[in-house]
């Protein structure tokens, strides 16, 4: 697939072929009363049709919601009348428009798509090194979104949320820093976008390692932000907090059993 090292292809095989014996057991709990959070990176262009086929499959087993929907659901603290699903992608890549998008919209359905705003308009040429340095790996040279694209995105009803500014860890950076990191990248989205920006994704998201759960979610709502993602698998149901939003990663390409292991613990 593009995008995917050599040994990492290795590791999702490998992962694929444990998860497909697994999910034989496994089916999407069928009871009501959560929200669930699927997330993505990137839909290549070879993964057109397997996006398109999960979307139909989230739509079979639940109501695909807007993530202001989904928030003040969890906030409310009242009971979740259903099955809900909001779909979300972080990063800020240009397949998410060319590949994504037409999707979401040919079924019917909306996605928040957060950004890290330091990287958007950069161009593959003039900003190669710093692109290359985006991953750890220093291997993948991803095109980023331009703020046109995100003016057309909001435009056909999708959410633009903050990803921080420079994709940084937050438990790196010290309160004022952090705080910047915030601020700064919900201001740029509204005044680039025209749309008020409510909800935070915390890049990498893992509690403790990333971000440390006594502060960050708090500063994220003195920012002015509604909700706090991070990177942790389950489901959100009554007495959840919207400061500390579960999702689910996946890969546009896998299979339904992969979803169905997935969404059924």
């Given at each position: 697939m593009a995008g995917e090292s050599a040994a990492q292809r290795v590791r999702n095989a490998a992962r694929a072929a444990a998860?497909?014996?697994?999910?034989?057991?496994r089916s999407p709990k069928r009871e009501t009363g959560w929200v669930r959070f699927p997330y993505y990176h990137h839909v290549f262009d070879?993964?057109?049709s397997g996006f398109e086929r999960q979307i139909r499959y989230f739509k079979?087993?639940?109501?695909i919601v807007g993530i202001d929907d989904a928030i003040d659901m969890i906030a409310s603290g009242a009971p979740i009348d259903g099955r809900y699903l909001c779909i979300t992608f972080d990063d800020g890549f240009k397949n998410w428009i060319e590949n994504a998008v037409p999707i979401l919209a040919s079924e019917g359905a909306v996605a928040a798509f957060f950004v890290a705003t330091g990287y958007i308009g950069t161009d593959l040429q003039r900003d190669r090194e710093?692109?290359?340095a985006f991953y750890d790996e220093g291997d993948r040279l991803m095109e980023f979104l331009t703020w046109e694209d995100c003016r057309t995105m909001t435009g056909a009803g999708m959410t633009?949320?903050?990803h921080s500014e420079g994709h940084v860890h937050l438990k790196d950076l010290s309160d004022a820093d952090a705080m910047a990191e915030l601020k700064r990248s919900?201001?740029?989205i509204e005044r680039e976008t025209g749309a008020p920006c409510r909800h935070f994704c915390c890049p990498f998201?893992?509690?403790?390692i990333d971000y440390d759960p006594a502060r960050h979610p708090g500063m994220a709502r003195d920012a002015g932000y509604a909700s706090f993602l991070t990177g942790h698998r389950g489901a959100n149901r009554k007495g959840a907090s919207p400061?500390?939003?579960?999702r689910d990663h996946f890969l546009a390409n896998w299979g339904n059993y992969q979803l169905r292991y997935f969404l059924g613990d």
């Amino acid at each position: 697939m593009a995008g995917e090292s050599a040994a990492q292809r290795v590791r999702n095989a490998a992962r694929a072929a444990a998860i497909a014996g697994l999910s034989t057991t496994r089916s999407p709990k069928r009871e009501t009363g959560w929200v669930r959070f699927p997330y993505y990176h990137h839909v290549f262009d070879d993964e057109r049709s397997g996006f398109e086929r999960q979307i139909r499959y989230f739509k079979n087993i639940g109501e695909i919601v807007g993530i202001d929907d989904a928030i003040d659901m969890i906030a409310s603290g009242a009971p979740i009348d259903g099955r809900y699903l909001c779909i979300t992608f972080d990063d800020g890549f240009k397949n998410w428009i060319e590949n994504a998008v037409p999707i979401l919209a040919s079924e019917g359905a909306v996605a928040a798509f957060f950004v890290a705003t330091g990287y958007i308009g950069t161009d593959l040429q003039r900003d190669r090194e710093r692109l290359l340095a985006f991953y750890d790996e220093g291997d993948r040279l991803m095109e980023f979104l331009t703020w046109e694209d995100c003016r057309t995105m909001t435009g056909a009803g999708m959410t633009i949320g903050s990803h921080s500014e420079g994709h940084v860890h937050l438990k790196d950076l010290s309160d004022a820093d952090a705080m910047a990191e915030l601020k700064r990248s919900r201001d740029v989205i509204e005044r680039e976008t025209g749309a008020p920006c409510r909800h935070f994704c915390c890049p990498f998201g893992r509690a403790g390692i990333d971000y440390d759960p006594a502060r960050h979610p708090g500063m994220a709502r003195d920012a002015g932000y509604a909700s706090f993602l991070t990177g942790h698998r389950g489901a959100n149901r009554k007495g959840a907090s919207p400061f500390d939003v579960r999702r689910d990663h996946f890969l546009a390409n896998w299979g339904n059993y992969q979803l169905r292991y997935f969404l059924g613990d």
